[in-house]
């Protein structure tokens, strides 16, 4: 905290300040400058708070500068953490590939879609039963038939699943299918559903609003650890800018910034970002190499007829490479990760 005087402030003021922290059990640093002198405070921000110091004469401002959010910081909470999804980790030694197709149709399509997961090197499978589509009059999702297809899919692959949860009064229904539960980008300001998947026993993937920042961002995982989940992974999926040759702005910069400012670990979401086919394979290379913890990808058997999402969605050849990229391009960038469902942490 810096607490900033005004220039007419005098001695005495300043001398006020300092013995309130002193007092308060922290240490005051003053800085005289030409014409303003700052106090920084080091200690706890809540006795500091208590302390109301912006009433004191001859202060005109009190600033926070430690991050606002507690529990997902690195501030205090040094080292990177690993969120586990079904014995499959999430975290730095890792690049884990979560794949699947973006709506669950049928049983069929999905176990197809799964297949061609796993081909790709996924340990995860994602598909969502409750989609937040922006017209009312698109697919909404098969609803708890989708999340049935889901555990048979996992029953038949051992893929532990992901799926998007919409609303805070579905949430234990998601969750007693649900290896994972993912909160969309329309819904990472819904703060019912944030404080609902942060009660609930279950790890959460939190997209990043298409509009947020990365600090809003942060403080929305903060709604999540403040119900006492830390299970939550982040996840870059593009942000809404100017440009309109792509569907959203992927962020890559937001991987290691996220991951200096958080202890979370940080995915990519290289379909929803690109919103095209011919892009994923560039955005999920520009995710590795941004040292993102993992990826999560669009593949449908047949892109064509899917009901949501076609455009993006990996078949065919792509699968081949993406699992090509997944296994080599780590190591070609002297990043140490095991994929998959090995536990070793090597880095
Ligand atoms: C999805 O992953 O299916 C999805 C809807 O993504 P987003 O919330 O990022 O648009
Ligand atoms: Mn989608």
């Not at 202060?59 to 690195?74: A, E, F, N, Q």
Request: aromatic share 4%; with cysteine; charged share 20%.
């Amino acid at each position: 905290m810096v607490v900033v005087m005004a220039p007419e402030a005098t001695q005495a003021d300043i001398e006020q300040i300092v013995t309130l922290v002193s007092a308060a059990g922290g240490e005051a640093f003053v800085s005289r400058g030409v014409s303003r002198t700052i106090i920084g405070l080091v200690g706890d921000v809540h006795e500091f708070g208590a302390l109301n110091l912006r009433s004191y004469r001859g202060v005109t401002d009190v600033i926070r500068i430690s991050v606002p959010y507690k529990l997902v910081s690195r501030e205090n909470h040094p080292g990177r953490s690993t969120v586990t999804v079904g014995g499959v980790p999430i975290g730095p030694g890792h690049l884990t590939v979560i794949a699947g197709p973006c709506t669950v149709e049928t049983a069929d399509q999905t176990l197809a879609a799964a297949m061609m997961a796993q081909a790709a090197g996924a340990s995860l499978l994602r598909g969502g039963a409750f989609k937040p589509r922006t017209s009312p009059y698109a697919f909404q999702g098969l609803g708890e038939a989708g999340l049935r297809i889901l555990a048979e899919v996992r029953a038949e692959t051992g893929l532990p699943v992901v799926t998007e949860v919409i609303d805070p009064a579905s949430v234990d229904l998601v969750s007693s299918y649900a290896d994972m539960l993912q909160v969309g980008t329309r819904s990472m300001q819904n703060f019912a559903l944030l404080q609902a998947v942060g009660s609930a026993d279950r790890p959460v993937l939190l997209k990043r609003g298409m509009n947020a920042t990365v600090e809003e961002w942060l403080m929305a995982a903060e709604y999540i650890a403040q119900r006492s989940n830390l299970d939550i992974v982040l996840c870059e999926r593009g942000i809404r800018t100017f440009e309109t040759a792509t569907r959203n702005t992927l962020d890559i910069s937001a991987v290691p910034v996220a991951q200096r400012l958080s202890h979370l670990p940080v995915i990519v979401d290289p379909s929803h970002s690109g919103g095209r086919r011919d892009l994923v394979l560039p955005l999920s290379r520009a995710a590795i190499a941004a040292g993102a913890d993992g990826i999560i990808v669009d593949v449908h058997p047949h892109p064509a007829a899917a009901l949501c999402d076609g455009d993006q969605a990996l078949t065919g050849a792509d699968i081949d490479e993406l699992a090509a990229t997944v296994r080599t391009l780590p190591q070609l960038l002297g990043r140490t990760v095991t994929a998959g469902r090995t536990l070793s942490t090597v880095a």
